[in-house]
């Protein structure tokens, strides 16, 4: 689980860190910088998968994803004596991202590269990558320290070169599989590839789940939804089938949910409600059920995550649905840890009632977001290793 996130000079994100819990609710006005945060994530997430500079410059580019305002706001422009302006740079421009865990932490800074003639001169180079042990970084709680090119882990009391020739932008993760020397690097990588993100559920008439599709045992349902009758049969067959069966009793009473198996190998929903004569297929249902079905297979999953993030859930959702799916999050928190990133009043009241619920309300102040509420003393200790 993790404990803490730091992020630093990203879009709104100047200098945040924040601490977790199990069920985290993310909320606040338009444009506090909730899909920053929830962004900010997904690139921590991609540096396992190998893809953080790529994804990046589907952005814009390190550039774009840079704080736009002032390197610090002294007290006259807060008070409003002086106007807002930036001033000459004492410091190197560095994204920086990083969390701790139950055990681990890990941080790593990105910036641009040093003028050269390269075609890929403005793809943004990963400068520092650290694995530390406990609760925020500390020189002797290091465990592996990437410096440019170079990785070094500690062996005792002593330091270890493990490689001098690392790509700047391959993170260590991709590039380091050593279980002997370095078996935080795996602990790590294999932790983070298995983070979960559903942000974005096709419903529209030509979706995959409202079709027919070849079904094979899917513990871990696709992010758009495209296999969900075979993670619904999924769950039937190995996981929690009654759990199910009390999702949809919850949010449809006296409804049913079958998953039918045709001839040809693919599976279909079968949906059938009170005062029908005849169940619907998917084709048939709303936008809103279905996409309560999607909510359902991705939370009941017979594989839990160490994190699922969801963002902005209650979309196409009737609020009357809302309280239901509140507490199939909040089932499914016992099993994982989960952020929630929305603005729906309803879904937000009904979460706040379990004693897991930790909620983070953003706010912007000189454009830079901040938790409402969280002091300098009620901040988690952090400290990053790349000081620049």
């Known amino acids: 689980m993790l404990k803490t996130l730091s992020i630093a000079n990203y879009r709104s994100l100047l200098n945040l860190t924040i601490p977790l819990g199990r069920l985290n609710v993310i909320t606040g006005a338009n444009g506090s910088g909730k899909s920053n945060l929830y962004r900010a994530l997904r690139l921590l997430a991609e540096t396992a998968q190998g893809g953080v500079i790529n994804a990046l410059a589907r952005e814009g580019g390190l550039n774009s994803t840079f704080w736009a305002g002032?390197?610090?706001?002294?007290?006259?422009?807060?008070?409003?004596?002086?106007?807002?302006?930036?001033?000459?740079?004492?410091?190197?421009?560095?994204?920086?991202?990083?969390?701790?865990?139950?055990?681990?932490?890990?941080?790593?800074?990105?910036g641009l590269p040093k003028p050269s003639p390269s075609a890929f001169s403005l793809d943004p180079e990963i400068k520092r990558e650290t694995i530390w042990a406990g609760d925020f970084y500390r020189p002797a709680s290091a465990l592996v320290d990437r410096e440019a090119a170079v990785v070094k882990v500690r062996d005792k009391r002593q330091w270890q070169v493990i490689s001098q020739h690392l790509s700047t932008f391959d993170s260590l993760f991709s590039q380091i599989a050593d279980p002997k020397h370095s078996p935080e690097i795996l602990d790590l990588r294999e932790t983070i590839r298995n983070w979960r993100f559903y942000d974005h559920f096709r419903t529209d008439a030509d979706a995959p789940a409202r079709q027919p599709q070849l079904g094979?045992?899917?513990?871990?349902?696709?992010?758009?939804?495209?296999?969900?009758?075979?993670?619904?049969?999924?769950?039937?067959?190995?996981?929690?089938?009654?759990?199910?069966?009390?999702?949809?009793?919850?949010?449809?009473?006296?409804?049913?949910?079958?998953?039918?198996?045709?001839?040809?190998?693919?599976?279909?929903?079968?949906?059938?409600?009170?005062?029908?004569?005849?169940?619907?297929?998917?084709?048939?249902?709303?936008?809103?059920?279905?996409?309560?079905?999607?909510?359902?297979?991705?939370?009941?999953t017979p594989r839990p995550p160490p994190l699922m993030v969801l963002n902005e859930p209650e979309t196409s959702l009737h609020p009357d649905l809302l309280p239901a799916l509140a507490r199939l999050i909040i089932r499914a928190s016992e099993n994982t840890q989960v952020w929630v990133v929305s603005h729906a009043s309803r879904l937000i009241s009904a979460l706040n009632e379990s004693p897991e619920c930790h909620a983070i309300e953003l706010e912007k102040e000189f454009g830079q977001t901040r938790v409402k509420g969280l002091g300098m003393l009620d901040e988690p200790a952090w400290h990053w290793p790349d000081k620049q």
């Not at 001033?87 to 139950?102: D, H, M, P, S, Y």
């Not at 696709?222 to 296999?227: A, I, P, S």
């Not at 619904?232 to 199910?244: F, K, M, V």
């Open 70 to 110: 002032p390197e610090t706001l002294s007290r006259s422009m807060q008070m409003g004596d002086v106007p807002i302006q930036g001033t000459v740079r004492q410091k190197r421009v560095r994204l920086k991202l990083g969390f701790t865990a139950e055990h681990l932490g890990y941080a790593i800074s990105l």
């Open 216 to 300: 094979t045992r899917t513990p871990v349902m696709h992010h758009d939804g495209r296999d969900i009758a075979a993670a619904i049969q999924t769950i039937r067959e190995i996981g929690d089938h009654h759990a199910l069966d009390e999702a949809v009793s919850d949010a449809f009473p006296g409804a049913s949910l079958r998953v039918i198996s045709h001839e040809d190998g693919r599976f279909s929903l079968e949906f059938s409600q009170h005062g029908l004569l005849r169940p619907l297929s998917g084709a048939e249902l709303s936008d809103g059920t279905l996409r309560y079905i999607l909510w359902i297979a991705a939370l009941l």
